[in-house]
């Protein structure tokens, strides 16, 4: 009769493991002990932005790998808006929250001008650049629906390459890094001590 129960939860435990088994979380957030609620700056490929926000910490959603049902997701995606009657831009996408609104969540845009002929070779032209982000060079868009402001605002800024790559490491194999630090103005929240740190792999670039 026991061996029999154990054979029945046996067989009720394994889709829960097939499914769930390979779930991965690939973020690593190591705190910074001199700025409360934010990641040290790194650029080690932890997959993590974090900043203030009007002076509260905001963070980027884990990066995770699925089990059978849920699909990968990033903390970050690159993509490129092409329109003939605009200048040609890169696009960085944050998806976060709050610290402590973890189940509110929000998104930073960055729009960049790039040249027409911009691939994800290109990436590396950005390593060590520190941009102004204006009217000329681009804009921010975010969306930080825990402020109790449920509009789209548009920003200005700046924004420091630390590292970008991404490259060829084998036979039809991509993969790059991307960090550095940014801050923001919008009109109703400010964005500071902004830092980020990710691995760049074809699941995260759109272009």
């Not at 995770?64 to 997701?73: E, L």
């Not at 990033?74 to 696009?91: A, C, F, G, N, R």
């Not at 804009?139 to 402001?149: E, I, R, T």
């Amino acid at each position: 009769m026991q061996n029999r129960l154990i054979n029945k939860l046996a067989v009720l435990m394994l889709p829960w493991l097939v499914f769930t088994g390979c779930y991965k979380v690939e973020t690593k957030y190591f705190s910074d002990p001199e700025n409360n609620g934010l990641a040290i700056f790194s650029n080690t490929c932890n997959n993590i932005f974090t900043c203030y926000v009007n002076g509260a910490p905001w963070r980027t959603q884990n990066r995770t790998t699925g089990g059978f049902f849920s699909g990968p997701q990033s903390e970050v995606y690159l993509s490129k808006q092409s329109d003939s009657s605009l200048p040609v831009q890169l696009i960085i996408q944050w998806d976060g929250f709050f610290q402590d609104s973890i189940n509110n969540l929000g998104w930073v845009y960055l729009y960049i001008t790039v040249p027409a002929n911009f691939t994800n070779r290109d990436i590396g032209s950005l390593e060590g650049k520190r941009l102004p982000i204006d009217s000329a060079s681009g804009h921010f868009l975010a969306y930080m629906g825990a402020l109790g402001n449920n509009n789209y605002e548009w920003g200005t800024g700046s924004i420091y390459f630390n590292r970008a790559s991404y490259d060829s490491t084998g036979a039809r194999v991509f993969s790059g890094s991307l960090s550095g630090l940014l801050e923001a103005d919008f009109p109703d929240f400010k964005i500071t001590g902004g830092r980020f740190d990710h691995q760049l792999t074809p699941l995260q670039i759109h272009f």
